[in-house]
């Protein structure tokens, strides 16, 4: 397989609604880059029942185009070896796969995996995109697929940002930070370091005006909501949750107002009394929310938090041994709890024998 693999992958991450696929669309436009629909592979897939792998395997093989086997379901496959047999089987589907150097994937729902792409693919690059949180809970309120209200928005985006603050302060040099806001007023700026960071040839300006857009990155069923990203970026949406949920200003400062000031954002502080108060207000809206999600979804993301629980307690009892033997450990899971589950130091520290049985090739 790694005969075949021959394209440097990486990933885009963030919260639902923060641009995601802006910067998808436009990197999909350099000769070297394919980048397919979500396919939620490393959260659908890994760690899942073999009911929910199949569906996933059958939605990306519709979404596209190809014909992953759907017994690789069935016989406990890594799921490594099923995304390099994506990107064998798109890139040979694809006009100008030939020519690609650079595989991308964008799922949202992807973002508390990081780590766990960068162990499968350690020479990998993410690119984390993040946006005002009040502004991605305004959005949250006119997509389909989610039954939400603002607060309730504002929580997720506070799930998310949560991972974002913690790669910030590891300072992972694979890992580069887009602001939304900075995006939309100087796409040409941002675009350039984008492609600085993945290593791509190329000026941004050459993307911005090129007319071609694969409309294969975004299918026909998601165009309702995504539509706007196939067009020229534009900073009109920057801070227009005040328009209708002006109103809202002292609740999102009260569930976020702290991770809004962390990432630069103007927030009023208030005090820990209000906060535990709109906490309270938040349960009916969280349990409404979750009363929506497709029970898929919801065993999906139970099957991922349980498997990296699992795989921390096992990381654990490993990193404190290393420690009392005088071996260097650079941090400890415990010691921040903003730390993805099964993450617990260095990437030099991480125990490979924790992934082997999941990440090696069927034969």
């Known amino acids: 397989m790694n005969e075949i693999f021959q394209c440097q992958p990486f990933f885009i991450v963030g919260c639902p609604r923060s641009g995601t696929t802006l910067i998808q669309v436009f990197l ?33 093989n519709s979404d596209l185009g190809i014909s992953i ?4 379901a069935k016989e406990s496959c890594g799921t490594e ?4 047999t994506m990107v064998a089987q798109y890139s040979s589907v694809r006009p100008d796969g030939a020519y690609a150097t650079h595989f991308g994937e964008k799922t949202p729902e992807h973002t508390p995996r990081v780590a766990r792409l960068l162990h499968l693919f350690p020479n990998a ?22 039954k939400s209200d603002f607060r309730s928005g504002l929580i997720l985006w506070k799930r998310y940002c949560r991972h974002l603050l913690w790669w910030q302060r590891r300072q992972d040099s694979r890992v580069l930070f887009v602001r939304y806001e900075s995006f939309v007023s100087s796409p040409v700026s941002e675009l350039n370091r984008i492609l600085l960071h993945l290593g791509l040839p190329g000026d941004a300006i050459d993307l911005m005006c090129r007319q071609y857009v694969d409309r294969a990155v975004v299918p026909e069923r998601e165009l309702d909501w995504k539509c706007r990203a196939l067009g020229r970026p534009v900073s009109c949406r920057v801070g227009q949750w005040k328009n209708d949920y002006r109103h809202m200003a002292k609740v999102a400062d009260g569930l976020i107002g702290r991770e809004l000031r962390q990432l630069g954002y103007d927030a009023a502080p208030m ?20 009363g929506g999600v497709p029970l898929d979804v919801l065993m999906a993301e139970c099957s991922c938090f349980l498997v990296d629980r699992l795989r921390r307690q096992r990381f654990v009892p490993l990193t404190r041994a290393k420690a009392a033997s005088g071996t260097r450990v650079a941090m ?11 993450l617990a130091g260095a ?12 990440a090696k090739s069927c034969k």
Do not use: M
Request: with cysteine; net charge positive; proline share 8%.
């Open 81 to 84: 070896w099923v995304f390099r």
């Open 125 to 146: 690059r993410i690119v984390f995109i993040y946006r005002d949180g009040r502004d991605v809970s305004a959005s949250l309120q006119k997509v389909p697929w989610l």
């Open 271 to 290: 005090s820990s009394v209000v906060s535990y108060i709109q906490w309270a207000r938040s349960i009916g809206s969280i349990a409404r929310t979750l």
């Open 332 to 342: 400890d899971c415990k010691q921040d709890p903003f730390a993805p589950s099964f």
């Open 347 to 358: 990437e030099n520290d991480l125990p490979v024998e924790i992934f082997d049985q999941e």
């Open 28 to 60: 999909n436009r350099h000769p070297n880059v394919i980048c397919p629909p979500e396919t939620k592979l490393f959260c659908r897939f890994d760690g899942c029942p073999t009911w929910i792998k199949i569906r996933t395997l059958q939605r990306i």
């Open 69 to 72: 086997p759907l017994r690789l």
